[in-house]
């Protein structure tokens, strides 16, 4: 949020944006403006990765229908995916609370499904979800990765205590 100054008449103006933040933004438009201006293979890759993500969910969701014995066909499932990633894209709250869970009540119930068969695809949607973040960290600290690692890679400097320690 931009701190605002009073001018002379008594309105409110913004603050211009620091020179740290316009530096940011400009280096972030930098990054996307490359990739656009790649070679084709390297789109084609990537585009070929998003397709291969997109149909990784859609398995996961399949499955999960399938797990839970839930009667929708490959449409409805289809359908259900794409729903999820829009009230997913969508930030409602911070860190999108229960945002998940009551998409997916709301979706059930469009469906004329019972509402308890959403908490129960959402929640069975999660626990796929611990499950491979569990594998990601085993493999991470089977190559030896740690936190200082990340924070390597990222260029962040570890937190400092009041004492600059």
């Not at 280096?27 to 890759?45: I, K, M, R, Y």
Request: proline share 6%.
């Amino acid at each position: 949020m931009a701190a605002r100054t009073a001018d002379p008449r008594g309105a409110r103006a913004a603050r211009a944006p620091s020179r740290r933040g316009l530096g940011r933004g400009i280096d972030f438009l930098h990054t996307v403006s490359s990739f656009f201006q790649a070679s084709p293979g390297f789109l084609v890759v990537a585009l070929a990765l998003s397709v291969l993500a997109i149909s990784a969910s859609f398995a996961r969701s399949v499955l999960t229908a399938r797990f839970l014995h839930l009667p929708l066909g490959v449409g409805q499932v289809a359908l259900l995916l794409a729903f999820s990633l829009v009230v997913l894209a969508i930030p409602f709250l911070p860190g999108a609370l229960g945002i998940y869970e009551g998409g997916m009540v709301g979706f059930f119930r469009l469906l004329g499904r019972p509402p308890t068969e959403g908490i129960a695809y959402a929640m069975a949607v999660h626990g796929v979800e611990l499950v491979v973040a569990a594998v990601g960290l085993a493999f991470l600290v089977h190559l030896g990765v740690g936190l200082a690692t990340v924070e390597a890679v990222a260029g962040v400097s570890p937190p400092t205590d009041a004492a600059g320690t």
